[in-house]
Each structure stands twice: as structure tokens, then as C-alpha cells.
Nanobody, 125 residues
């Protein structure tokens, strides 16, 4: 069983919204930096958003202003609220955990020690 579990994906029309969740059964998620990544068919995995263990945030340019990352400490969950979705947002979305904050290199996949299995997001009319 992977240490991280994503949920909340699905099919949504352009302009719609989804909220993804990232939870962990055995990791003390509140102490980890969490990155959200996505991978579309035929493309490399790319960074979407990041939240440090101290809750500073980062966003990739294509999603800035539309996506919001947040952490619910009590529920030990990290959310990715996605609004104004576009067909180009269609991808498998993954969350990943890093035990050390690396905000200047959050896009580097190798920084992350743990990954989830991914959740499919499809934006289509």
C-alpha cells in the first residue's frame, strides 16, 4: 500500500471545479511538505502546486489564480481546490511528500520520498 492516497478526481465540464485530497495512513503528514503533480498522456509529470510544512505555498504558472492548495491539520489532509478548469488540466494528479522543505526546488520530482497512486481528472464537455 502506497503511503499517500489521492481522491476527488472525476469528470467535470470546462469552467467547473473539483477538490482533490491527499491523505496518509502512516505518515505524519502535517510535518511534510506536499507537492501536487500531474501527468497527461504522452507528457512528462509536471508540478502543479506545493505547500511547505509551515504552509507557505507555490503554484505553477498555468494554474496560478485558479488552484488553491491548503492543509487541514486536524484531518491530516492536504487539499487542492481547482476552479475554472480547462481541458488542458486533464491529467492524472499525484500528491507527493517531502520530509524537508525545499520551496526553491519544489518542482524537482526527486525531492519527494513518497507518492500516491494518482487520481484521474478529466475536463471535457
Amino acid at each position: 500500500q502506497l503511503p499517500l492516497v489521492e481522491s476527488g478526481g472525476g469528470l467535470v465540464q470546462p469552467g467547473g471545479s473539483l477538490r482533490l485530497s491527499c491523505t496518509a495512513s502512516k505518515l505524519p503528514l502535517n510535518y511534510y511538505a506536499i507537492g501536487w503533480f500531474r501527468q497527461a498522456p504522452g507528457k512528462e509529470r509536471e508540478g502543479v502546486s506545493y505547500i511547505s510544512s509551515r504552509n507557505s505555498t507555490k503554484y505553477a504558472d498555468p494554474v496560478a489564480g485558479r488552484f488553491t492548495i491548503s492543509r487541514d491539520i486536524a484531518r491530516k489532509t492536504v487539499f487542492l481546490q481547482m476552479n475554472s478548469l480547462k481541458p488542458d488540466d486533464t491529467a492524472v494528479y499525484y500528491c507527493a511528500a517531502d520530509p524537508i522543505d525545499h520551496p526553491s526546488s519544489w518542482l524537482h520530482l526527486e525531492r519527494y520520498d513518497y507518492w500516491g497512486q494518482g487520481t484521474q481528472v478529466t475536463v471535457s464537455s
